[in-house]
């Protein structure tokens, strides 16, 4: 729908802007998008500015704010950001691994909140015979989901079969082996151009501040190649949370963004359809 987004909005009036759950790399996507893209119009307008030249920290709504709050919450009105009109905003919307992120949540669940600390990531509690329900508390207030997994499914749902204006998913992974790129395919999307010869990476962190914990277990690019190319431990996940999560991941996601279910997931899919 890039297209459809540049015909849309002027290039003056075009603004890029993260959108994901926590821990699903907008931070490294601002810092990345920020400091190699521009939009022309606008560079030219503030050439030593660039922080108007249409790289945006998050989408006005909330970066990780629920999509369907999108026309009735805005951020503070002490942010620049908050009075441009969210028809000029082009979402570029984090995915990540459902379990990558799952396991990192558990790490630091921001406001993300269901009992976790004994067993990560903890879905279904077999004594009680139900789902551990999660509570998500972002700008719109405190929303309860059937489990964590849920909560991914909704997000991204929210856009990939339910947004009805222009945005672009993008996987976190490709932002960790494929920076470069990821982000001149996004770009030239929105219509900009690339500010440097030379491609500039975020090494370090982009997590900054308190409310992202331990600066030890932050991740910067570097640790990332590491720990990003090492396949799925899923001997690691509680064999209930497991099939819990085959069950009710969107198959539609993990398909179109190319994620593994697990093992055996075919068998148990195939068992719950005859179950139906």
């Known amino acids: 729908r890039c297209e459809e987004y540049r015909t849309m909005v002027p290039e003056i009036d075009r603004h890029v802007g993260a959108s994901g759950l926590f821990n699903t790399g907008t931070n490294v996507f601002y810092d990345l998008i920020a400091d ?12 030593n500015d660039m922080q108007q ?6 989408v006005n709504w909330g970066k990780h704010v629920m999509p369907e709050f999108r026309n009735n919450h805005t951020v503070d009105q002490r942010h620049s950001i908050a009075n441009i009109d969210k028809q000029k905003y082009f979402p570029i919307v984090l995915v990540r ?36 329900k999660a509570r998500y508390r972002t700008g719109t207030g ?14 991204l749902n929210g856009y990939y079969k339910k947004a009805k204006y222009p945005f672009l998913m993008v996987r976190f992974e490709d932002l960790v082996f494929y920076a470069e ?11 900009g151009v690339m500010i440097h010869n030379k491609f500039h990476y975020a090494i ?11 600066e030890e277990n932050r991740t910067g690019l570097l640790d990332a190649w590491d720990k990003y190319s090492k396949p799925h431990d899923f001997s690691a996940i509680d064999p209930i949370d497991l099939e819990y999560a085959q069950q009710n991941l969107d198959k539609d996601l993990t398909k179109e963004f190319g994620y593994t279910l697990g093992p055996n997931a075919e068998l148990l899919n195939a068992r719950a359809a005859l179950e139906d």
């Open 181 to 191: 790129d990821t982000i001149k395919q996004i770009c030239d999307c929105v219509g």
């Open 36 to 47: 190699n893209c521009a939009i022309p119009a606008r560079k030219k307008a503030r050439p």
């Open 53 to 58: 030249w249409g790289m945006e920290w998050e």
């Open 204 to 214: 370090e962190s982009s997590k900054i501040g308190p409310g992202h914990g331990k």
């Open 97 to 132: 691994d459902p379990y990558s992120w799952m396991k990192s949540m558990c790490r630091h669940s921001y406001t993300l909140n269901w009992p976790h600390i004994r067993r990560c990531p903890n879905l279904f509690d077999e004594r009680k015979g139900q789902s551990v």
């Open 142 to 155: 405190v929303i309860e989901y059937d489990s964590v997994v849920h909560v991914w499914n909704q997000f």
